[in-house]
């Protein structure tokens, strides 16, 4: 199919503001193009027994939040994650900081918990459908083990 000159560009400005647009947090105004869809809040993520394990979790389902992830970022404060699903293994290439990697099956038991990994490392557990990436050490202080069930809670 032959596309005009314009048309062709507009079908470009939309793909670069899918790719590039999300780590910038700022559509593009080329065109007239529609303003993406607002960031959903962060949501808190719990224990089946109602203990607050994470307090402002960004949730990642999107092939490019999770491959962004937390690249890019300095630091991840004590009330801040991330929850990547689907996702049974991670990496911290290009990383500036150690994390604590929670991995979840498919009813959110935690099946492993990977304390403070540190840049330029993998981590993996079978049977693993989601991530919780929390600040490196968090994970010990606030009890995390295996077997426990975490839940997400409602967008704040």
């Not at 993406?36 to 990642?60: F, W, Y």
């Not at 604590?100 to 990977?114: I, Y």
Request: with cysteine; glycine share 10%.
């Amino acid at each position: 199919m032959i596309y005009s000159g314009k048309r062709r560009q507009r079908q470009v400005v939309r793909f670069v503001d899918l790719v590039v647009g999300d780590a910038l947090h700022a559509p593009s105004v080329a065109f007239n193009v529609a303003a993406p869809r607002p960031r959903r809040g962060s949501r808190p993520i719990r224990r089946a027994d109602g203990r607050l394990v994470c307090e402002r979790c960004t949730i990642a389902r999107s092939p490019l939040r999770r491959m962004r992830g937390l690249l890019g970022r300095s630091d991840l404060g004590s009330h801040e994650g991330i929850y990547l699903e689907p996702a049974g293994s991670i990496h911290t290439f290009f990383m500036r900081f150690a994390i604590d990697a929670v991995f979840l099956d498919r009813d959110g038991r935690v099946l492993r918990v990977a304390a403070a990994l540190p840049p330029w490392r993998t981590a993996a557990a079978r049977g693993a459908r989601a991530v919780l990436e929390l600040r490196a050490g968090e994970c010990a202080r606030r009890g995390i083990a295996a077997g426990d069930v975490l839940e997400i809670g409602a967008a704040a």
